[in-house]
């Protein structure tokens, strides 16, 4: 261990109990819930056998009133939830880690879709979740039940075998809406003065800990800010004080932002590593008990200075526990080099807003860790001494070089460009998106470990050379290019556009010139950064999608509304609702996506296209019939994100020579 990250290692005492070091995987959802208990206990079980000395659950349900569906959350509702979270506890203790529970209520923001209970909130309110409900308000006799529920689901907690159980204010989510003058106007006891505001969260405090007595550590996640100005909660104002009120009632401070999901977990694109901080360091100043934050940290020195400087006590981490579990271990073992660093590109966040299991860009194995046995550090060895061509070093041949030299093969990787990296390259140059490039920097790092891996740059293959190399398996990571005929998502209808650009010519480098409109109709990342881009260098861009948004499928990585404000804010013009259909005498012809209307023309010198991907596969189709062993990954075999193509890469690894196993599901108990 570098001794300079020593301190990151010193237990720490929470309450009745200690952690073994300061490295805190904070509460986060992995889109398993209570239906696939063994599931979850598997990835907590591999967080703490990385070294996270604090390891927690994602959000706990204490009541059927408080329904996420059709978003997988956990449950506390009976005795039969104890021996399900029982395995996650027990899974997380085997490596000596502390156990952590996030006991949660939704309010105004559960929809109970799936209980069809009315929602309760603070006051009557719209539902809080794109829902057109509305939630009741809560009486006295309702206020009496939740902090029920709060300690009944404590007591379980406690018997499933938990070290820590929170008391949950973040997120927006009920113990938040009486705190916030912007959804608590009641005129009662627990309205008006942010004394009385604070009235319920104290009595859950208070009531929580004589529940789960002198043996479990009470934790209180805050969130400090809602980022709505003097209207909300800040940070200066009575987020200081709600803390200055409950200072040394809890055994913990968890503290983050409000005002949604995003705000707390804003990606890289929007944000720096420690970006909080400016928000929660004032927390340790208040209060004698340990805290914790979270700021997407990967830096060893960063987390040291964090600690050193008094941010707080502990490292919190969600998404970069979700890269690499491992990631405490690696620093105490001096290989911090081999950190697999969190990109933040919130792959992870569209899992849980798509309501499937978790996922990760860097980490493929996350979330497959029961489900196929995968885990992060580990691979089977190939039982035979043979040779593997990998035609291809983007993301998938990357990441298949990396896992087939693992399992020991010897591999050879052939490129056309002059370094790896293929789309990497190009997309990590575009604004705010600098830090996926660690998806080519890790790769390339941890292969050059390897002896048995040889990179080949400059090395364009036709079907014969790759006949002539003699491998025993060849794996195509030919890529993907952009399409040009404007055949989108919306728009299914291959057009022709006379000298129109796709994002591969503009990152070649080809003019750009007069009025730019970037058609979209793939509604990822591409057409909106580049927009951003462009615009930043000087350019009139005018940004046309047929969808009512920009970058309408950022809505699931929790992105899309910053994505809008950068792109006003850079004089990007916005048309929403248009098809593009021609290109004639420098006007883009568009028609209305919802009537099929045609609308007046749109000025436009350069048209840049980011409709849709195709493969690169024509080596493919040449060597098909033609080898025993041949195979596509990545973008290759279908196109679609850097985390589905490294996925694919890393399956394939991982399955060459051994018996398909039948996908394996964790199925309900008949009654």
Sequence with gaps: MDPAHAILFEPVKIGP???????????????????????????????????????????????PSSDDSPHAFLTLWGEEDVAPLAATADAIHRHGALA???????????????????????????????????????DLTDIREFRRWQREAAVRA????????????GHDYLPFQFLSRRTNQRSDAYGGSLEN??????????????AVGDTCAVALRLAVDELQGPAGITSEGEGREVVALLAELPDLWDVNLAGGLGNDSK????????????????????????????????????????????????????????ADPFLPAKIREGRADEIRECIGCNICRAANNEAVSLRCTQNPTMGEEWRKGWHPERIAVYPRA????????????????????????????????RRPGGRVNRESTLPGLATWGRVRDWRVTMISKLPNVTLFPESVMTAQDVLGFGADHVVLATGSVWRRDGMGVVGMTAREFPGALTPDDVFAGAKVQGPVVIYDDEH?????????????????????????????????????????????????????????????????????????????????????????????????????????????????????SMADAIYSAHRFARELGEVEVPLRREMPPLR
């Excluded at 799936?114 to 009741?136: E, F, G, I, K, N």
């Excluded at 604070?198 to 405090?205: G, Q, S």
């Excluded at 951003?532 to 999608?545: Q, W």
């Design 267 to 322: 990606s890289a694109r929007f944000s720096d590593e420690g970006f909080q901080e400016d928000y929660v360091r004032f927390v340790k100043g208040v209060t004698g008990k340990p805290v914790v934050s979270v700021g997407r940290f990967t830096s060893p020195d960063r987390m040291v200075s964090q600690i050193k400087r008094g941010v707080q006590d502990f490292i919190g981490a969600a998404r970069p526990s979700i």
């Design 524 to 640: 990822y990342f591409m057409a909106g950064a580049l927009a951003e881009r462009l615009a930043l260098a000087g350019h009139r861009v005018t940004y046309v999608t047929p969808q009512t948004m920009a970058s309408a499928w950022t809505v699931y990585t929790d992105e899309q509304g910053f994505v809008q404000q950068r792109l006003i804010e850079a004089g990007v013009r916005l048309e929403f609702g248009r098809l593009a259909v021609r290109l004639e005498g420098g006007v883009l012809g568009t028609d209305c996506a919802h009537t099929g209307r045609e609308l007046a023309g749109l000025d436009c010198g350069t048209l840049i296209l980011a409709t849709g991907r195709v493969p690169v596969d024509g080596l493919y189709a040449d060597l098909t019939g033609q080898m025993a062993s041949l195979a596509r990954v990545g973008d290759c075999l279908m196109p679609s």
């Design 197 to 210: 505001r604070v009235r319920l969260l104290r009595e859950m405090i208070e009531e929580t800990r004589e």
């Design 100 to 138: 952590g529970v996030e006991l949660w209520h939704g309010g105004g923001h559960a929809a109970n879709r799936m209980t069809r209970l009315p929602s309760m909130a603070p006051m009557v309110t719209p539902a809080m979740y794109h829902q057109p409900t509305t939630s009741r308000a809560m």
């Design 386 to 417: 043979e040779k593997v061509l990998v035609v291809g070093a983007g993301p998938a041949g990357l990441e298949a070089a990396l896992s087939l030299g693992r399992r020991g093969l010897e591999v050879s990787v052939a490129f056309g460009e």
């Design 17 to 63: 109990v200690t952690a073994p070091n300061r490295f805190y995987q904070t509460p986060h959802a992995t889109g398993f819930g209570w239906q696939r208990p063994q599931a979850g206990a598997a990835l907590r079980g591999v967080k703490a056998e990385g070294g996270w000395g604090v390891v927690c659950t994602e959000y706990c349900s204490v009541h």
């Design 158 to 169: 406690k018997r499933a075998g938990f070290d820590i159980v929170y008391v949950y204010a």
